[in-house]
């Protein structure tokens, strides 16, 4: 233990990245002082389980606290509801299949992939009608990319709310989808002239319809059915979804039984088809689709304090945009008057979850920590007194603004607002 903390202080210093010449707070132990090291655990005692204890894994019991939540004065019922990704406790960018946010409108479907069908019908020269076993037989694609409910930071519109990026942030996931272009099913049946959207349709009680224009439709969409190289889960629509790259999570159909080709979209024909921005003045926001360009601190948060004390700090976060890359994300430790360029690590993917990290020598002094993400569209992630400005204070849906975080001397986190 004491060998690899010197060598992880050595890199340290190389890197020039404790500065001031500080060093991780390594306890000198005299040998035989250890007892993890010299006294036999119990661990060392027993014959472990073996192979096929576990036939699908699951994480270790001291990970309990690792899991999805819920509020539950949030919504009436679960069934119609959400709970939210415990960013707090991730690294990377790939959200694990059982810790990703679920939102449904009827609760979740149990499909039997057998009588599964996909149903393409409308301004198409021929109506077909799939198994999953014919969809799998169309060249297929593995794409990374992030799924966000345009109603995530909904609940902080108005100032801070929740104590915990899992609450603020936690509507979000990002994964590896492995399905057919949407395009390659489109074209199978062939697409009239005067075609103009696309309308998916889950098979959920909740009969989600969404309406697509064609050109999203033929870009970049897929028909999924593995998510991180498993079958998609239950709660994301097993055993078929509609991915829908960069644009909000409500448009992505789970449990999808039908694609209508039309000339005109849902929203014109039903009431409920689609979600809109309600400004100051009265009006909406009609057509919001793309999701903005984000970001927000991870660790530390309310719900990962610093329990280290003072010294080398790994400040780290997420960063996403449905315009394409990140190209910068910014961080500050004093609520904006000084910013520093992160260090973005693992694969920088358009419309995918990019992890930054800013490593630091924490003085144990206050800190209100932001984070400002940049896209390669040139978007500039507002802060939230901006988009108040813009868009008033009556909306739910695409609050992309700046988060606030404030860690004390003691190590604690909230969540604040700095103006
Ligand atoms: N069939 C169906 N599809 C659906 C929904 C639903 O209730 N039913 N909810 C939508 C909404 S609002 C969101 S944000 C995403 C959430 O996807 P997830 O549950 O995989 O996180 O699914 C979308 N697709
Ligand atoms: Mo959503």
């Known amino acids: 233990m ?99 946010f679920e939102r449904h409108h009827a609760g979740i479907a149990e499909i039997d992939p057998a009588q599964q069908r996909l149903m393409i019908n409308g301004l198409v020269d021929t109506p077909l009608v799939f198994t999953m076993e014919d969809l799998k037989r169309f060249p297929r694609e593995n794409r990374i990319y992030f799924l966000e409910c345009a109603a995530n930071s909904g609940m902080e519109w108005r100032g801070s709310q929740l104590n915990g990026c899992q609450y603020t942030h936690g509507m ?113 926001r009609r057509f919001t689709w793309v999701m903005d360009v984000k970001s927000v601190i991870t660790s530390p948060s309310p719900q990962a304090p610093v329990t280290h004390g003072k010294g080398p700090l790994v400040i780290s976060g997420l960063a996403w945009s449905g315009k394409g890359r990140i190209k910068r994300v910014d961080v500050t430790t004093d609520g904006g008057r000084n910013w520093k360029t992160a260090r973005i690590d693992g694969p920088s993917l358009p419309k995918a979850l990019h992890r930054f990290y800013l490593d630091i020598d924490w003085d144990g002094s206050d800190l209100l920590l932001q984070s400002r993400a940049i896209d390669e569209a040139g978007f500039v992630q507002p802060t939230k007194n901006e988009l108040r400005l813009a868009r008033g204070e009556n909306s739910i849906y695409h609050n992309n603004g700046i988060q606030t975080w404030h860690v004390k001397a003691d190590g604690a986190v909230e969540n604040v607002e700095v103006s």
């Open 2 to 100: 004491g060998d690899s903390a010197r060598l992880d202080r050595r890199r340290l210093l190389t890197a020039g990245l404790a500065a001031g010449g500080a060093a991780l707070a390594t306890r000198a132990i005299g040998a035989g002082s250890e007892p993890a090291i010299t006294e036999i655990q119990d661990w060392n005692r027993y014959l472990g389980e073996g192979v096929q204890s576990r036939p699908y894994g699951i994480p270790s019991e001291f990970e309990a606290n690792v899991v999805r939540r819920d509020v539950e004065w949030l919504t009436a019922s679960t069934e119609s509801s959400v709970n939210f990704t415990p960013l707090q406790d991730l690294d990377g960018i790939i959200t694990p299949n059982g810790l990703c």
């Open 172 to 284: 979000v996931h990002c994964v590896m989808y492995t399905g057919v272009p949407l395009k390659t099913i489109l074209q199978e049946a062939g697409i009239k002239t005067n075609a103009k959207w696309v309308m998916p349709e889950g098979a959920d009680s909740s009969a989600m319809t969404r309406s697509i224009p064609l050109d999203k439709a033929l870009d970049d969409c897929l028909v999924a059915f593995k998510m991180n190289g498993e079958a998609l889960r239950p709660e994301q629509g097993y055993p078929l979804r509609l991915v829908v790259p960069g644009w909000e999570g409500n448009m992505w159909v789970k449990w999808l039984r039908r694609l209508e080709v039309g000339d005109m979209p849902w929203h014109q024909r039903e009431e409920t088809a689609k979600y809109t921005d309600l400004l100051a003045n009265g009006k909406a």
